[in-house]
């Protein structure tokens, strides 16, 4: 679902006022988590947020330290999609997306028409994920699909690499995650491969940025992207190493199989802001101290300055 919005809502977000926003954000660490989380939250594609991050760390438009604490909020908003569909909230996209345009056409006309424009991309994402729920239930039905996860069950490893693959594929974390919630759903898929193919997702997802940050001529924006899916990729091998500790815990404090893969995702991306939040600052340090003395400012910072009237900060120092 993400992977095929995410082009159009990039052009959005590059757009000025999300840059705006972000460049305000800047300012305060705190903020710029909540506003990322939010953001992300809406647009369910964290993709399209640590792409916009990274163009503006490029362009010595954010400071660094600044961009991580975005990117782990980023993280945290991502998990939003997958608690709706755990908690069968997706159940009523239908009737929520009639209500939501009836709220738009009536406050069309009005000052409070902003209402409207947020609230129905909220039932259309509603209806986008319990369409991904139902062509899920129809993939868990599939002989050849039961045969491959019964092969893939005896080894997490093998589904960790599967769900890192297929979510650089769709390029979203949500739809392979939601893929996993309904196998899991159906008992196709034991919840210790289950956890081992949502940690893969979540490394999955940060490829396709770190990918596209590879192929550009800016060290700051490469060394942000690598922190993305370092962090990511430390995060999932150490629950990896915890999986059957893991699962033993989440079948205790959650019954229900389609709960348990859902909260081990928000609980790896919660944990990975309480480990991260206070070393931004030193991995900052680290990673800006092995950029080279002098590099000049770009000509986007040029222009982007004088078109914001407040001072954008250029580095951590």
Known sequence: ???????????????????RLFLHAARFPVIAYLVSLIMTACLQSSSVVSSLLIELVSTDLMPFSTAIMMLLGANVGSTLA???????VTDYALTLVGLFALLALMTARTRWRWVGQIAFPC????LGLFTLSQASELLANSAWA?????IGASSPLLLLLLGAALAMMLNSSTA???????????????LVPALAAMLGAN?????PALIAAASRNAALGQRLALVHTGTKCLGACLLFLLLHPLAALLTVCWP?????????????????TCLWVPLAG?????????????????????????RYPFSSPVSDG
Do not use: D, Y
């Not at 992977?3 to 006022?17: F, V």
């Not at 039961?146 to 019964?150: A, F, M, S």
């Not at 392979?176 to 034991?190: M, Y």
């Not at 490394?203 to 490829?207: A, F, R, V």
């Open 1 to 19: 679902m993400a992977s095929t919005r995410s082009p159009k809502w990039l052009s959005i977000c590059r757009g000025g006022h999300v840059r």
């Open 82 to 88: 997958v608690q709706l569909l755990s908690f069968h």
């Open 123 to 126: 039932g259309l994402m509603l």
């Open 146 to 150: 039961g045969e491959i996860l019964q």
């Open 176 to 190: 392979t995650i939601g893929l996993v919630l309904v196998l899991a759903s159906r008992h196709t898929l034991p």
């Open 203 to 207: 490394i999955g997802t940060t490829l």
């Open 256 to 272: 229900s199989p389609l709960t348990q893969p859902a909260m081990a995702h928000l609980g790896l991306n919660v944990l990975l």
């Open 282 to 306: 030193p991995l900052t340090w680290l990673l800006t101290s092995l950029e080279p003395s002098g590099e000049k400012a770009s000509v986007c910072q040029i222009s982007e300055s004088a």
